[in-house]
């Protein structure tokens, strides 16, 4: 049984630019939830996704969006990328009825130069 | 908002020595405190506390709630230097739709 997945590894991009990371949850959960993580501190909640729709969203700006499909992957998009947006960014995933713990992917480190 | 607190923010010790991580937390609703750990990049999760007093084990591992006090402790006997990582601490609100609010953590290393 496959984890939580997430690609790419590794990103580098430049400031301006427009990135999509993308996420698998493991098999059996509905929701998609996207933490920042930026290098010493804990994560940071973005937002989560549950049957398509944007259920909650962190304190983060209008440049991060999110679409989660009907095999419940979920992308998430950082458009006009700042040099503070470079951090680890890790997808968790759960079964929303369940009310245990969440599943995380091993992040994608994005670096904007 | 809600705010977890951890401390230390670093912790140093030598194989075999007994560590206590705290955790201290203002949550609106509180249902759960969740302890991952983080080596590289996932982290992996540990326990979940829900109700007071209920002591978690899992092998040298252990993690203890006060819900009138606000806070956790993990406690990991006889260290070994796989135990180094960082050590996460969240809660879950019922207000929150399963977003996990963390503290910074906690960098524990092991010396052999």
């Known amino acids: 049984d496959a984890g939580v997945t997430q690609s790419p590894t590794h990103l580098i991009k430049t400031r301006g630019q427009q990135v999509t990371l993308r996420c698998s949850p493991k098999?059996?959960?509905?929701?998609v939830s996207w933490y920042q993580q930026a290098l010493g501190q804990g994560p940071q909640f973005i937002f989560q996704?549950?049957?398509?729709?944007?259920?909650q969203r962190g304190n983060f700006p209008d440049r991060f969006s999110g679409h989660q499909f009907p095999n419940y992957s979920s992308e998430l998009n950082v458009n006009a990328l700042l040099l503070g947006d470079s951090a680890l960014y890790l997808c968790?995933?759960?079964?929303?009825?369940?009310?245990?713990?969440?599943?995380f992917g091993p992040g994608t480190r994005l670096t904007v130069l | 908002e809600d705010k977890v607190v951890q401390s230390p923010l670093s912790l140093v010790v030598h194989e075999g020595d007994t560590v206590t991580l705290n955790c201290s937390y203002e949550?609106?609703?509180?249902?759960?405190l969740l302890w991952y750990k983080q080596e590289k990049k996932a982290p992996t999760f540990l326990f979940m506390l829900t109700s007071s007093g209920i002591e978690k084990k899992s092998g040298r591992l252990s993690s203890i709630l006060d819900k009138k006090e606000l806070f956790s402790i993990l406690n990991i006997t006889a260290t070994q230097t796989g135990d180094s990582a960082v050590y996460l601490c969240a809660t879950i609100s019922n207000f929150g739709n399963e977003k996990l609010t963390f503290g910074t953590g906690t960098r524990l290393t092991i010396i052999p």
């Open positions: 098999s059996g959960h509905d929701t």
């Open positions: 949550v609106t609703n509180f249902r759960s």
């Open positions: 996704y549950y049957e398509e729709e944007e259920r």
């Open positions: 968790a995933s759960s079964f929303l009825g369940a009310r245990n713990e969440q599943f």
